[in-house]
C-alpha cells in the first residue's frame, strides 16, 4: 500500500521561501517519477514540478520556472520541493504525487496520474 506523508508547509511573506517534503513508502521508490501538484481555492489542481525515478529529468510549469527546484532522495524514499520568491497568488495546497505505472514521467503535459497516490496535502499561506 502506497503512502505519501507531506511536510513543511506552512506560512511565509511573499519573496520568502519553503521547502516540501513528501516521504513515500509502499513500492520501490526509485522505478516511479514523483510530482507536486496544488489547488488554490475555487480553483482546478494544477502541475508544479515533476522529476523522474533516477532523478536525471525534471520538469516544470511556466509559472515557476527558475524559483521552485524539484529534487528526490532515493536512499531516503523522499522528494522534496524548494520554492523561492513565493507569491501571494502561489497560496495553495500543495500535494505530492507518485506515478502509477513504473518509468512513465509526470510533467504539465501528461497532467495528474491516473491511480490515487496522492499525499494529504500541505496548506502553503503566501502573505502580501
Known amino acids: 500500500q502506497v503512502q505519501l506523508v507531506e511536510s513543511g508547509g506552512g506560512l511565509v511573506q511573499a519573496g520568502g521561501s519553503l521547502r516540501l517534503s513528501c516521504a513515500a513508502s509502499g513500492r520501490t521508490f526509485s522505478s516511479y517519477a514523483m510530482a507536486w501538484f496544488r489547488q488554490a481555492p475555487g480553483k482546478e489542481r494544477e502541475f508544479v514540478a515533476g522529476i523522474t525515478w533516477g532523478g536525471s529529468n525534471t520538469y516544470y510549469a511556466d509559472s515557476v520556472k527558475g524559483r521552485f527546484t524539484i529534487s528526490r532522495d532515493n536512499a531516503a524514499n523522499t522528494v522534496y520541493l524548494q520554492m523561492n520568491s513565493l507569491k501571494a497568488e502561489e497560496t495553495a495546497v500543495y500535494y505530492c504525487?507518485?506515478?502509477?505505472?513504473?518509468?512513465?514521467?509526470?510533467?504539465?503535459?501528461?497532467?495528474?496520474?491516473?491511480?490515487?497516490?496522492w499525499g494529504q496535502g500541505n496548506q502553503v499561506i503566501v502573505s502580501s
Open positions: 504525487t507518485q506515478a502509477k505505472n513504473r518509468y512513465t514521467i509526470i510533467s504539465a503535459r501528461t497532467g495528474p496520474p491516473p491511480g490515487d497516490y
